[in-house]
């Protein structure tokens, strides 16, 4: 079989591995959401998880400031409200209202979980220094909420120009990690 050069442009959406999520942050009383696939674990324990931010986007100045947000998963039934979000830009909209999700009070930051979504990782900054280089912030899993009565969650997968690939099925084979 011949292979054929594929976009470099484009191999990010061959490589996506997690679900799409929903980055919370929040400054001076004002919360907002972004979406986002563009992150990967770093550490178990801790748990670090490493994410790029466009320093164009208005959550990068609000995390490097605030040093804290939640990261927040969807389900493919939030779709709609995930496209919206991210296709929505600014300080000033209130993506909260505009899309019908509910804020919720977070226990270790001032950012809002996203009460909707399944689970809900509160984190903080834990390492700045690629930032200003990469856009990439790493940050610490401080609490994770996971909502028991979701079974199955199907979630949403990026790969590129508005198409998304969906959680299929699950498959367990043996393994030595605990």
């Known amino acids: 079989m011949a292979k054929k050069s594929f976009p470099l442009s484009k191999v990010y959406g061959l490589l996506e591995p997690g679900p799409v999520v929903m980055v919370t942050t929040a400054r001076k009383g004002q919360p907002n959401i972004m979406t986002m696939s563009w992150y990967t674990m770093m550490e178990f324990e801790p748990p670090l998880v490493g994410c790029v931010i466009s320093n164009r986007n208005y959550s990068f100045d609000t995390l490097k400031a605030t040093r804290e947000c939640v990261i927040n998963i969807p389900t493919v039934e939030l779709a709609k409200q995930v496209v919206s979000v991210g296709n929505s830009h600014g300080p000033k ?86």
């Not at 270790?108 to 856009?135: M, Q």
């Not at 028991?148 to 949403?156: E, G, L, S």
């Open 93 to 178: 909209l209130d993506k909260f209202a505009a899309s019908g999700l509910t804020p919720a009070t977070a226990t270790y930051v001032k950012a809002p979980l996203i009460a909707e979504c399944y689970v809900n990782l509160e984190c903080r900054l834990a390492d700045t220094r690629l930032v200003n280089k990469y856009c990439f912030f790493v940050l610490e899993v401080l609490a994770a909420w996971i909502d028991p009565a979701v079974k199955d969650p199907r979630t949403m997968h990026h790969r590129g120009n508005g198409v998304f690939m969906l959680a299929g099925e699950i498959i367990k084979l043996p393994s030595k990690m605990k």
